[in-house]
């Protein structure tokens, strides 16, 4: 294997990979935390009756059987390509019609970049 130096900016450590272990340690900590914080600003804007619902027995169930029903993401379909849907995301948001909320119809599964493409999307309409 070939040494180099470290890829962080300012580390003069020698290793083989792309950062040092130590480098390597802060970044994945640094990862960590920013994952927790799109975590908690995605579940900021949900009421206290969505975050409810989302967290039910209910929900879960549903979700499951959706994804059985479609493991594959549906607009990456649409577009010619196989991914892989691990999100279940309503067509009608619950927020416009609490209504559908259990409506498999009303639900799609989406690859992770097809349903944060789609939720932006929403919330600039909004």
């Known amino acids: 294997m070939l040494n180099k130096v470290c890829a962080q900016a300012g580390c003069k450590s020698i290793t083989n990979k792309r950062n040092c272990n130590k480098c390597q340690t802060k970044f994945n900590l640094m990862s960590k935390e920013r994952a927790k914080k799109r975590a908690r600003k995605s579940t900021s804007f949900m009421t206290k009756t969505n975050k409810a619902f989302y967290g039910s027995a209910q929900w879960k169930a549903l979700r499951e059987r959706k994804i059985r029903k479609d493991p ?25 019609d609490y209504s559908l909320r259990q409506e498999i119809t009303n639900l799609q599964t989406l690859c992770r970049s097809c349903h944060m493409y789609k939720t932006n999307q929403e919330r600039i309409k909004r």
Not at 72 to 91: A, P, R, S, V
Request: proline share 0%; charged share 30%; with cysteine.
């Open 72 to 96: 594959l993401c549906q607009i990456c379909l649409t577009k010619g390509f196989l991914n892989e849907g691990k999100d279940i995301d309503h067509i009608v948001e619950i927020k416009d």
